[in-house]
């Protein structure tokens, strides 16, 4: 390709960024290649339609119209707008144009560069630089620096309100001039160590502030030895410090409590050395807490620790849980309940003799293991009822002779109450209320419903038992079941009544010939000789009609009993 304007063309085609050539007088495209079509959106056809002022947004035409006599000036010229594409995107490019004649008249050929990612790319830069300033002014924290003769170099706006020294106060100097005499050989030393390359926290120092008051700091601080500067940063330790006193007065109490308390009381680190050993874990375990710190506790105890103790501490520690245990102490012949509270720095450990309440439960045990055989060995349903709790707890019989299971459901005062035959339970109840009152002894009959739905008839007895007040809490007591007695007794009397009825009914009968045998008999011994005959035959007469009665009597009598 020899011809330069050929040459030129394929330049102006080709260059990948938009190009165009107006008419100096119009503003009228004449010319575009195709990068701006690209970029812009147009068709060729479009652009050379169109001038140079409608590729600018509305609110850069007042501005376009501003610098247009500059624009037709014959020299090169750059400048920043905002274009318009097709779509409405609005974008930043630098317009560099350059005088031209084309086709014989007075044109400008333009060169487009966008400036988008530039000017994204200061924006984003001024935004960091923005919030790092915020951060530096919104900190509570002085953020401050150093040079290597120990001379402010910057410093946040948090000085003014720590130290009262606004910023320009304090940069160009020193810093020992606000460190207070007692501090300042620590403060030096503090940093030659930074300027060697030692690391350097939580240093602690106080300053004197505008007002002439003392404020305690803590630094942290680094030296950057290409820029030989010290970067710090400076915290108000006043709140630290307050919180300190108080965290050791707390302590104080704490250790207060826990030589107060009834608990045995130790703690035990991470290597297993007893730090803590209160005064009650001196008493129980009998060992002076100044032969027990800072050891091991298999280190003053006999191996029974070992084997018996220190399992479960262990336990409590690789599970990271708390555990509770009881345990005999062959050693002190006393039951320990103990309690472990494991943490990352090792555990806390609360325990006391529980040798009583061991002894206690054991007879307890014996006491119901004997009440379970005294249960199983009668048929009466022995009871026992918690008054407090309302809880009944019945014996053995109760399921054989009432036929309900022993549960929950039948174990309470009320249950008993509404079980009572409905012609007996306002007596029986009435009955009860005033035997609990009076703290006395307990013998009623009455008749309960079974599970099939019948009733039997029972004796029961019982006793109140009192606590140290005097007020009734539990009442013992067995249901003797008298059900066949009570039919028996009805039988009997059922019995005595028909005889009755007997005895009634033929008594007449037998006085009628029995009075006429006395009176016949009377006759014959005053009789004469030749009376005697019809006397006798009357005699005879009377003593058959009563022998007929008593027959008659005796085979009803014999009936009754068949």
């Known amino acids: 390709m020899n011809n330069p304007k050929e040459v030129l063309e394929l330049l102006f085609q080709e260059n990948p960024q938009p190009m165009w050539i107006y008419k100096t007088e119009d503003w009228r495209i004449l010319f575009v290649n195709k990068t701006a079509t690209d970029v812009y959106g147009y068709s060729q056809e479009e652009f050379l339609t169109m001038t140079i002022k409608e590729l600018r947004p509305e609110e850069e035409q007042k501005r376009f119209h501003g610098i247009v006599n500059e624009v037709r000036v014959n020299k090169s010229q750059r400048w920043d707008f905002r274009h318009q594409d097709k779509n409405g995107k609005v974008f930043w490019v630098q317009i560099c144009s350059y005088p031209l004649r084309y086709n014989d008249t007075d044109c400008r050929l333009v060169l487009v560069l966008d400036l988008q990612d530039i000017l994204d790319y200061r924006s984003t830069i001024n935004k960091q630089a923005s919030d790092l300033q915020k951060i530096l002014d919104n900190s509570i924290d002085v953020i401050c620096s150093f040079d ?30 606000f460190v207070c005499n007692e501090d300042k050989a620590d403060s030096i030393k503090i940093s030659q160590d930074l300027m060697l390359g030692l690391e350097v926290r939580n240093f602690q120092n106080r300053y004197i502030k505008k007002d002439g008051s003392l404020i305690p700091l803590v630094w942290s601080a680094r030296w950057d030895n290409t820029e030989q500067t010290m970067f710090s940063i400076a915290r108000d330790a006043t709140e630290k410090m307050s919180a300190e006193i108080k965290a050791r007065e707390q302590s104080q109490r704490i250790v207060s409590i826990l030589e107060s308390i009834t608990d045995g009381f130790f703690t035990i680190d991470d290597n297993w050395l007893v730090t803590h050993w209160n005064s009650e874990a001196e008493r129980i375990l009998q060992m002076p807490r100044q032969k027990i710190l800072n050891k091991r506790l298999w280190e003053v105890f006999d191996e029974s620790v070992l084997v018996r103790f220190y399992p479960q501490y262990l336990e409590a520690l690789q599970k990271m849980v708390p555990i509770h245990f009881e345990e005999y102490s062959s050693r002190l012949d006393i039951w320990l309940d103990v309690t472990a509270y494991p943490s990352s720095g090792g555990f806390s450990v609360y325990f006391k003799d529980v040798t009583e309440r061991i002894k206690t439960q054991a007879l307890i045990k ?53 079980n009572l035959h409905p012609e007996d339970r306002d007596r029986v109840a009435e009955r009860m209320a005033q035997f609990i009152r009076q703290a006395g002894t307990w013998s009623e009959e009455y008749r309960f419903k079974c599970a099939d739905g019948s009733y039997k008839n029972f004796l029961d007895r019982g006793f109140v038992i009192c606590n140290e007040d005097g007020e009734c809490v539990r009442v013992i007591g067995s249901m003797q079941d008298i059900t066949q007695l009570k039919q028996k007794e009805w039988e009997i009397f059922k019995h005595n009544q028909k ?28 009789a004469h000789e030749e009376d005697r005959e019809d006397l006798l035959k009357m005699l005879k007469e009377s003593s058959d009609e009563l022998d007929s009665v008593l027959k008659g009597v005796a085979e009803i009598t014999s009936s009754l009993q068949d």
């Open 366 to 418: 014996e006491s119901k293991e004997r009440y379970d055989m005294l249960s199983r060995a009668t048929n009466d349903i022995i009871w026992d009822w918690n008054i407090l709790s309302d809880t009944v707890d019945w014996g053995m019989a109760f399921e054989k002779t009432l036929g309900y299971e022993r549960c929950e459901e039948y174990s309470n005062g009320k249950w008993w109450i509404s």
């Open 148 to 177: 290597a003769e120990g001379r402010f170099v910057q410093c946040s706006r948090a000085s003014e309100k720590v130290w009262g020294y606004s910023p320009d106060e304090l940069i160009g100097r020193p810093y020992l001039d």
């Open 499 to 526: 005889m009755l009825k007997i005895a009634h009914t033929n008594s007449h009968h037998v006085r009628k010939p029995l009075a006429n045998i006395l009176g016949l008999v009377n006759l014959l011994l005053q």
